[in-house]
C-alpha cells in the first residue's frame, strides 16, 4: 500500500475516512516539530541525543533536585509555551470541525491542538498549564514554578500536571481508552510508537494510518503509511475531502 504515489494513497486515505464509522487520531512530537518543537527520538535532531530522560523528566529526579529538574525542563518547555499551531494543528480542527474526526489523543503537553480549535482533545501525558502540591493537592498556574517549587500553603514540593516517567497515567488516558472502543480508523501522526501504554492503544483499532517520517513498530499492521511531513499530508486530506461533512458533524 506504501507504495502507491503520494496523490493515490491521500485518495485512499479520503474513503477510508469516509467509509469509516468512527475515526481518531493519535499525536505524538512529530506533529509539533514543524511549530519549532524538537521531538524526543527523531534521528539527530530528537531531545534524547542529548539528554538522558530519567534524569531530565522521571518523578525521581524532581524529587532528588527540584532546582536542576525545573531549570532544565523549562528550557524546553518555554519552547513548547511559545509556539504556535502549524497546518496540522489546524487541519485536524478543521477535519473535526467537518465532522469526520472525532477527536484527537495526544501524547503532547503543548496545547497546541487547542490553540488550532480542536475541542474533543484527550492530553494522556498531561499539560503545561498547571502544576499542584504532592502534599496538599492545591492546583497553581505553572508560572508559579517560576518563582518557587513550594507550595505557598503547606510547604509541599510542587509538580507540573505533566506525566513523567515513574507516574501512573492521567485520567485522561485512561477516557481514552474508552473512547478508543469501536474506532474504525486511527490516524497516528507524529509518533514513534515506542512510549507505553500508549503505543498500544493502536491494537483497540480496526485500522491504522501511520503519518510518520520515520518507521515505527505498527507500520506493518496499518493500512496506509506516509512518510510525508504531517502539516502536508493533513493539509492535502482536508483539501481532499471538499465541502462534504462527515457524520459528527
Ligand atoms: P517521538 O519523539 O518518540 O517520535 C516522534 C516521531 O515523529 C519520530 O518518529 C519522527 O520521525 C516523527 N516526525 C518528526 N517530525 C515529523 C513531521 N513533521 N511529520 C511527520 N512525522 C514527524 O515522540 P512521541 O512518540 O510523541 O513520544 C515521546 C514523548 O514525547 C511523548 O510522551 C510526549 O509527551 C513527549 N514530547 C512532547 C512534545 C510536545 O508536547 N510537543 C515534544 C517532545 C516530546
Known amino acids: 500500500m506504501s507504495q502507491l504515489l503520494y496523490q493515490d494513497r491521500i485518495i485512499k486515505l479520503v474513503e477510508s475516512i469516509k467509509t469509516a464509522g468512527k475515526v481518531l487520531a493519535l499525536t505524538g512530537a512529530g506533529i509539533s516539530t514543524e511549530s519549532g518543537i524538537p521531538d524526543f527520538r527523531s534521528k539527530d535532531t530528537g531531545l534524547w541525543h542529548r539528554y538522558d530522560p530519567q534524569e531530565v523528566a522521571s518523578i525521581k529526579a524532581l524529587k532528588k533536585d527540584p532546582k536542576s529538574f525545573y531549570a532544565l525542563n523549562f ?22 470541525a467537518m465532522g469526520w474526526l472525532l477527536g484527537t489523543i495526544t501524547q503532547n503537553i503543548d496545547g497546541l491542538h487547542q490553540q488550532a480549535g480542536s475541542q ?3 492530553e494522556v501525558h498531561g499539560h503545561l498549564r498547571e502544576c499542584y502540591c504532592l ?21 509541599g514540593l510542587l509538580r507540573p500536571q505533566v506525566v513523567l516517567f515513574g507516574d501512573r497515567m492521567s485520567e485522561d488516558y485512561f477516557i481514552a481508552e474508552k473512547v478508543m472502543s469501536g ?6 501522526i507524529g509518533s514513534s510508537l ?21 518507521p515505527t513498530a505498527w507500520d506493518e499492521q496499518a493500512q496506509l503509511i506516509f512518510r510525508e511531513p504531517a502539516s502536508k499530508v493533513l493539509w492535502d486530506l482536508v483539501n481532499s475531502m471538499e465541502k462534504s461533512t462527515g457524520p459528527y458533524y
Not at 75 to 96: M, S, V, Y
Not at 183 to 188: A, E, F, M, N, T
Request: proline fraction near 5%; glycine fraction near 4%.
Open 135 to 155: 502534599v496538599c493537592q492545591h492546583d497553581y498556574g505553572l508560572e508559579q514554578l517560576r518563582h518557587r517549587f513550594h507550595c505557598p500553603n503547606c510547604g
Open 194 to 214: 515506542q512510549v507505553q501504554p500508549v503505543a498500544s492503544l493502536p491494537y483497540l483499532s480496526r485500522g491504522i494510518v501511520i503519518i510518520n517520517k520515520e
Open 75 to 96: 528550557q524546553w518547555w518555554d519552547t513548547c509555551l511559545r509556539a504556535r499551531p502549524n497546518k496540522a494543528h489546524l487541519a485536524l480542527a478543521q477535519l473535526e
Open 120 to 122: 474533543r482533545v484527550w
Open 183 to 188: 474506532c474504525q480508523l486511527l490516524l497516528v
